[in-house]
């Protein structure tokens, strides 16, 4: 089991990973078909290619170079497989398995011991994929013209923001930017190493300038011909986007873009062959520890597909080389493992990251003040939470692979509490029945539902979305074991988008949503302190409220408290004070129990051709760990 | 008949007003809006609420219904500017063109294939009503009526992968997708078309069997039928002289319904297929509530519909004169 | 078509004058009714169809006492247990004697795919009877009783003739109550589609002139509205707080928005071709008020073609039924229907680890199948010049 003690965090720390002494520019090699094109002179030779100081990746085989990675996107929006699989070169990045942070474009990183200034040395002679050249100008676009711009972003991310005041950046020398914050941003590396990170690194000047009115005199014009509405409308469409240029579809759609990815886009999103093609970079500043020059895959095919069903035909067809995405349930898991031989792959174990398979959110802020009573009830809920069968759910639903736990850190987290992640666990009718009791709701009437404090049947609706087949048959479990001890729960099953809509104007009863935070505590703690509008669905209007003050409603004290610690954790630069400050932000949420945990997430899988080399046999599965990204695709190779 | 084509050109256009607001109205039926999607992605994987509140006002997402109704319309009428999709942040008329050739080319092809199959048995069926043939012909009609394309699709799907292995969806093997158009392309393509052709076109070949047999045997005991028999005309004669041309003539007016009903059932059929026509697309912008895609593609197939509607009649009129009175 | 027609109005005209004659005279002659009873019976697929069909409605009526156990019913001891076959002998060491049983499972769980394997174990005996004890359930509200017409003596033994889902749910009793949402849903849809097409499209037959240019126009437009944005439009702005029948109601009527079109169009052609046709006008001319010739004359007349749209309307909603579920915008779990079982029976996994999922698409062809020739066979006989 792989251990994540989220402390090693630190530039200059990490930084002593990457003491890998600079090759001779002599030894670099590279990929044949770029060979060629050197010796024929529309390539310039690969050490000029290269920056003075490549990157070294350190993988457990040298590759071969050569070969297609066969990979597939199902459905629209699904960008996020193309930034997991070659949309992530941020200024630093995740170790692969992710205890910390090493530098990436950045060769060095320097973090002062207040955490309020950062300096990363880039590497000179860096290129973009057209041969530009990459450099601190291009971060300075960014801050100046894209970060700082009104009109592409309206409010600066609070990832960029210390005490209220925005980031500044500035330009030391030529190889070098410094980021200032007005406060404390002890966050900061962990932000920029998250996949919400790519800013800085995702701007090439050269190529963007055209599109901004800063550089560009004659944009009306050019606004006109493309027949946008504004200058805005045109930067977005030309594949700018304020937070992070990768989840902007238009990026993915246009091969012109200049970037740092180990591929660049050939055949873009949403072209009618049905195919997304990114072919190698040429530029790609990156070499293996014989110097070869990375990537050694020539291209990443996806199979732009609309149903998940015919991904899995296409993966046990073994015409998918390494893919964790849109087939990997535990449902389809039997199928998967069948056709092993067939299909001649082999599964990759992935660690869940999420805390709890599904999280049962009461609405504690709900308008109807007899129901808010109800479910801000403690006892309410710890009766609810006695009532549910966690091993037959897991037996029945997730084929016996779950373990019965509340919505807590994992076991394997620095922040585990097995009291925590236990209380109120236990499957017992009787303690449920003694509960609900002590909560004030014991009589009731002819059907025997339990009364309210209102002299009405308690019920209530549960909203879940249409994902997979698993929850709703979870919650069916579920009405039946609340129906035992007398509470009347029904569920809708409702789309994604409606069930987002209905939590954030806050008209739900409760519902069912995956946990975030079993390990990444720090960036995704929205089950332990309501801060997030969309999925702290106990109490959106406080989180409402946390963005800001004017909106909302404002939350009870302890609420109030977990705010401030959490602003207290932003401002310091002590890991060992963040640490403390984050255990007591998860005491009162064990001490407030604010929504029902069921079990464990079972590990996902990965299927991995067996000529297809690199992948480890266990990692991480996660969102701000972006896997497989920090696992290093580029050293990904294929065998005979 | 120059009065009557005027005439029906002429009630066309309310029809046209009235479908463009219906079509925007029903993408806006759904509480939430694009941006609500775009919310509501995998968890953790959402954006910040202050930038979404600043798309919703570039996007003009926050202004009354009618002011964007009149924002895209006009953009249509006037400029031919379909609007732009939010989800793809491209215009909606680079999206839908390369896609609705495809879903023509499929539809014909399987229209050509539903005329091919019904028509002949249609005959054979009225022709020698109650026999076994018939039974035979009814039945495998049926059941072609009667299985969901989804189902028929799928398990079509999982029968050439687990018996002949064959890489599934789409419409060309891998080594072809880029390919330059070759002979090799083609074959390749009618390899993977049948699939698809099948699928769409059991439904309509049952309904239109029925209806030729209908027809037909609504013809066949006329006096005429007894007349030509009287003269000595052979029974193949008979028949395919007069009352099957007659019986072909709904046949003509079903057309205008026929590609609607093939779009939409190509749509479900598409989607577990993996074609790249409109169906998927138009599937998945409703349901990201990608309104100006959403709402251009249901506003092109209704008026393609419509005009289909009116050419159908034009052809009925000047086939059958009687019916110009109708109007 | 509408020659056929119209001979179909003068023969009952006729029918309706001999028989008075016959009341005078003394003769039997044979009602219309009997008439078409005769022709229909000759069609042979077309009486089969009538006895499936019928077959179903019992179910629909009787799903507490047809199915052995609720559809919410689920034991995780058989999540994907394969179908039991009724066997109806049994043979000891005294031979062959009747006794009907299931044989039971012996499970084995296999380490890496997680997944169960179940055989039959001739061991495990569980004799099943009819008229079994099970779980109690009042039928149409009513009686309370705890009979089921077939299943296991003991009400724990495994009982799945149709195999168990991913729940360990009985497929049977589930593909019995999902009958009864499906060949209802039908029945109102059809019902629904009925009243407003027999009545736009008489008043836009009857009338003519604007009123008709206008209906037509409607029906125009919601025909070229495709149907997939239709649905998920309406469908989606159906209130979530509705319960659960309200829902299903909702859904019967957005499907009732196809049906209608087409059901008017044809009561309009039928007013068209009948309205001016001699025994219409002689009426007329007898003084008989234009409700009365409508009643008397017209929609007697129409009542077979009317029945043939009917059953031939239902499997067009039963079908779009599952098509809804298939695009996950129509009813929804815990509402048991055959769309929502095909719904969760649609994937790979099903197909490969427990096909008899499919049994609820064997009973859509089924259905569909059985409600077409019961249409055609009703329409061929309401056609007295056919043989």
């Known amino acids: ?640 | 008949m120059a009065i009557y084509i005027f005439k029906r050109i002429l009630l066309m256009i309310p029809t046209l007003i009235l479908v463009s607001m219906i079509a925007f109205a029903i993408i806006q039926a759904p509480p939430g809006d694009f941006l609500t999607t775009l919310m509501s992605g995998e968890a953790g994987e959402t954006v910040d609420v202050v930038q979404i509140e600043a798309m919703r006002a570039r996007y003009g997402l926050d202004q009354p219904i009618w002011v964007q109704y009149w924002k895209w319309i006009s953009g249509i009428v006037f400029h031919g500017d379909f609007g732009e999709s939010f989800e793809w942040k491209r215009p909606v008329n680079e999206l839908i063109w390369d896609r609705f050739g495809l879903t023509v080319l499929i539809s014909s092809i399987t229209l050509v294939f539903i005329w091919v199959v019904s028509i002949p048995i249609g005959i054979y069926s009225a022709t020698n009503k109650y026999s076994a043939g018939d039974y035979v012909f009814t039945v495998f009609g049926f059941i072609g009526l009667a299985i969901p394309n989804f189902l028929l699709a799928l398990v079509l799907m999982y029968i050439s992968f687990q018996y002949f292995g064959q890489s599934v969806g789409g419409l060309f093997s891998p080594a072809f997708v880029q390919a330059p158009w070759s002979f090799a392309r083609v074959g390749d393509l009618l390899a993977h078309l049948w699939l698809p052709v099948i699928i769409i076109g059991t439904a309509g070949t049952a309904s239109l069997i029925r209806i030729m047999r209908a027809n037909l045997l609504d013809e066949l005991p006329k006096p005429y039928v007894e007349a030509a028999r009287a003269r000595g005309l052979s029974e193949f004669r008979i028949r395919v002289k007069y009352p099957v041309r007659i019986a072909l003539n709904p046949l003509v007016s079903a057309l205008a319904w026929v590609f609607p009903a093939l779009v939409s059932g190509d749509a479900i059929t598409s989607i577990v297929l993996n074609l790249q026509t409109t169906g998927p697309l138009l599937y998945r912008a409703l349901q990201s509530q990608d309104m100006y895609l959403a709402g251009s593609l249901i506003l092109i197939l209704s008026v393609l519909t419509v005009i289909g509607t009116l050419l159908s009649d034009l052809l009925l009129a000047w086939l059958d004169p009687r019916l110009r009175a109708e109007v | 078509m509408g020659n056929a027609q119209n001979q179909a109005a003068v023969t009952d005209a006729l029918a309706e004058e001999s028989a008075m004659k016959a009341a005078e005279t003394g003769f039997r002659v044979a009602t219309p009714w009997e008439l078409f009873w005769w022709k229909f019976k000759s069609h042979k697929l077309a009486l089969i169809s009538a006895f499936v069909v019928l077959f179903l409605y019992v179910m629909v009526a009787f799903a507490e006492f047809i199915a052995p156990v609720s559809p919410a019913t689920y034991n995780g001891r058989y999540v994907f247990a394969p179908p039991q076959g009724i066997h109806l002998f049994m043979t000891d060491d005294e031979g062959w004697h009747f006794n009907p049983h299931v044989k039971g499972y012996s499970i084995e769980v296999d380490p890496k795919t997680y997944g169960k394997t179940f055989v039959q174990d001739p061991e495990q005996v569980f004799p099943v009877r009819l008229f079994a004890r099970g779980e109690s359930y009042r039928l149409w509200g009513l009686f309370e009783t705890d009979r089921h017409l077939i299943g296991p003596v003991d009400p724990g033994a495994p009982f799945y003739l149709l195999g168990a889902d991913r729940l360990g749910r009985d497929v049977f009793s589930r593909l019995v109550y999902g009958t009864r949402i499906s060949m209802s849903i039908g029945l109102v849809g059809v019902a629904i589609s009925l009243i407003l097409g027999v009545f736009l499209g008489g008043v836009s037959g009857f009338y003519g002139g604007v009123i008709d240019s206008v209906i037509q126009r409607l029906i125009e437009i919601l025909r070229s509205l495709p149907t997939i944005p239709l649905w998920m439009g309406l469908s989606a702005a159906i209130p979530l707080a509705w319960p659960q029948w309200q829902t299903y109601l909702a859904i019967t009527v957005i499907l009732s928005l196809i049906g209608w079109t087409a059901l008017a169009r044809e009561v309009r052609g039928l007013f068209l071709s009948v309205k001016n046709e001699d025994f219409v006008s002689s009426a007329r001319l007898e003084g008989m008020g234009e409700f009365r010739i409508t009643r008397k004359h017209m929609l007697p007349l129409f009542t077979s073609h009317i029945i043939a749209t009917v059953s031939l309307t239902i499997p067009t909603m039963i079908l779009a039924e599952t098509a809804l579920s298939f695009l996950g915008i129509g009813l929804q779990p815990p509402t048991v229907s055959w769309g929502v079982l095909l719904q969760e029976a649609q994937n790979i996994r099903s197909i490969a680890v427990a096909p008899w999922l499919f049994a609820p698409g064997v009973i859509v062809v089924i259905a569909v199948l059985a409600l077409n020739f019961l249409g055609d066979g009703v329409r061929d006989a309401a056609d007295p010049y056919q043989t």
């Open chain 1, 1 to 640: 089991m792989l251990k994540i003690p989220f402390t090693l965090t630190l530039g200059a720390a990490a930084a002593a990973v990457l003491t890998v002494a600079p090759l001779g520019a002599q030894e670099y090699r590279q990929a044949p078909q770029l060979a060629k094109m050197a010796e024929e002179g529309t390539l310039p030779p690969v050490a000029e290619r290269l920056p003075d100081d490549p990157m070294v990746v350190a993988m457990d085989e040298i590759g071969d170079y050569g070969g297609d990675w066969r990979t597939a996107i199902v459905g629209g929006l699904d960008n996020s497989w193309l930034i997991r699989t070659i949309g992530y070169e941020h200024l630093v990045r995740w170790t692969p398995d992710w205890t910390g942070i090493i530098p990436n474009v950045a060769a060095n990183v320097t973090a002062s011991d207040d955490a309020t200034e950062f300096t990363f040395d880039l590497r000179p002679g860096m290129k973009w994929s057209d041969g530009e050249p990459f450099g601190v100008d291009d971060i300075m676009f960014w801050y100046n013209d894209v970060l700082m711009n009104p009109d592409l972003t309206p409010s600066v991310p609070a990832s960029f923001t210390a005490a209220g005041e925005p980031v500044t950046v500035t330009k030391v020398d030529e190889d070098t930017v410094s980021f200032k914050f007005a406060g404390p941003n002890g966050l900061f590396l962990r932000f920029l190493a998250s996949v919400h990170g790519c800013g800085p690194t995702s701007y090439p000047k050269h190529y963007f300038e055209t599109f901004h009115p800063t550089y560009n005199e004659n944009l009306d014009s050019l606004v006109k011909d493309e027949g946008v509405s504004g200058w805005v409308d045109l930067f977005e469409r030309k594949g700018g986007v304020q937070s992070c240029i990768s989840s902007n579809p238009a990026f993915w759609q246009a091969t012109e873009i200049p970037t740092l990815h180990p591929w660049a886009m050939a055949t873009p999103y949403g072209d009618s062959s049905g195919q997304v093609v990114a072919e190698r970079n040429p530029f790609y500043w990156k070499v293996d520890e014989e110097g070869r020059q990375l990537p050694y895959i020539d291209r990443v095919v996806y199979a732009a597909l609309e149903d998940k069903q015919t991904l899995l035909l296409q993966v046990l067809n073994g015409d998918i080389d390494m893919m964790s995405r849109g087939f990997n349930t535990t449902d389809n898991r039997r199928v998967v493992v069948e056709n092993e031989e067939r299909g001649n792959y082999h599964l990759a174990t992935k660690i869940a990251e999420s805390g709890n398979v599904m999280a049962l959110a009461l609405n504690l802020t709900h308008k109807d003040p007899v129901k808010r009573e109800i479910f801000n009830n403690k006892d309410f809920r710890i009766g609810l939470s006695h009532a549910i069968n966690r091993q037959e759910i897991s037996d029945i639903v997730y084929a016996s692979q779950l373990k019965p736990r509340q919505l807590a850190p994992l076991p394997d987290s620095p922040f585990y509490d097995e009291e925590m992640a236990q209380q109120y666990a236990a499957y017992d009718v009787d303690k449920a029945n003694e509960y609900l009791d002590k909560a004030g709701y014991g009589d009731r009437d002819g059907n025997g539902v339990r009364l309210g404090p209102d002299g009405k049947p308690i019920s209530f609706v549960v909203e879940v979305a249409d994902v997979f087949n698993n929850w709703p048959d979870t919650l069916e479990l579920i009405k039946g074991y609340f129906q035992k001890v007398g509470i009347d729960m029904e569920l809708r099953v409702i789309d994604r988008s409606l069930l987002v809509n209905r939590k954030t104007s806050n008209d739900h009863d409760a519902a069912v949503w995956g946990m975030v935070g079993g390990f990444d505590v720090f960036l995704s703690p929205v089950w332990y302190l309501p801060i997030d509008g969309v999925e702290s669905a106990y109490g959106i209007p406080w989180a409402q409220y946390w963005n800001n003050p004017d909106q909302g409603q404002e939350p009870p004290e302890h609420v109030k408290k977990q705010f401030d610690l959490y602003r207290q954790i932003a401002a310091t630069g002590d890991e060992a004070k963040q640490s403390e400050l984050m255990k007591e932000i998860l005491a009162i949420a064990k001490e407030q129990f604010y929504a029902i945990g069921i079990a464990s997430n079972p590990d996902s899988y990965t299927v991995v051709k067996n000529n297809f080399h690199n992948v480890p046999d266990v990692y991480f599965d996660g969102w701000t760990y972006p896997d497989p990204a920090p696992l290093n695709p580029a050293a990904f190779w294929i065998g005979e």
